[in-house]
T-cell receptor
């Protein structure tokens, strides 16, 4: 079964606007971590933001914020004030259990920021 | 953040040859590294977990005799694709966790290796 679901294969947003990328997850482990990575065309995976299952507040990192709704098992990424350089693939990922475990990735969302 | 390097960044080889990819943690010691494979326009799929000083743990469906992993030191893991075939052409990317960073378990990814088998 798919553990991470990203239902938006592609998204468009105009420069300076905000955009929300959806992510839902499935786990029975009470301890887990949720990550968002950006992958530009060069292929490198760039860490954006992290949310722990026990964190009370939504994570924020600059223009990135994570809308964590635990009961709904969703961890949407919000990018504010989009920039042309934000055009890339965005992957949501989950770590289950302690921090030694690998990540399960969603299928990704391709974001295109237009002028 | 912590730095992970990979070498080579790209490689083209003939079918039947073996290719070694190196993954290094440059400024931290990583007891565990992970190897992922990404086909074009697809997500990253975990191939194996590389443990320093012990055998790697492979995911279901990944042939351990074809994808040899060696984690000989705390800063180096290697992935050898043996007798490569065109269907092995893919983007291979490694990651490592910096144990100095408590809590998140954030993984740092190498820049990836693009393998093309002719």
């Amino acid at each position: 079964a798919q553990k991470i679901t990203q239902t938006q294969p592609g998204m468009f947003v105009q420069e300076k606007e905000a955009v929300t990328l959806d992510c839902t997850y499935d786990t029975s482990d009470p301890s887990y971590g949720l990550f968002w990575y950006k992958q530009p065309s060069s292929g490198e995976m760039i860490f954006l933001i992290y949310q722990g299952s026990y964190d009370q507040q939504n994570a924020t990192e600059g223009r990135y914020s994570l809308n964590f709704q635990k009961a709904r098992k969703s961890a949407n990424l919000v990018i504010s004030a989009s920039q042309l350089g934000d055009s890339a693939m965005y992957f949501c990922a989950m770590r289950e259990g302690d921090s030694g475990y690998a990540l399960n990735f969603g299928k990704g969302t391709s974001l295109l920021v237009t002028p | 953040g912590a730095v992970v390097s990979q070498h080579p960044s790209w490689v083209i080889c003939k079918s039947g040859t073996s290719v070694k990819i190196e993954c290094r943690s440059l400024d931290f010691q990583a007891t565990t590294m992970f190897w992922y494979r990404q086909f074009p326009k697809q997500s990253l799929m975990l191939m194996a977990t590389s443990n320093e000083g012990s055998k790697a743990t492979y995911e279901q469906g990944v042939e351990k005799d074809k994808f040899l992993i060696n984690h000989a030191s705390l800063t180096l893991s290697t992935l050898t694709v043996t007798s490569a075939h065109p269907e092995d052409s893919s983007f291979y990317i490694c990651s490592a966790r910096d144990p100095r960073l408590a809590g998140s378990g954030e993984q740092f990814f190498g820049p990836g290796t693009r393998l093309t088998v002719l």
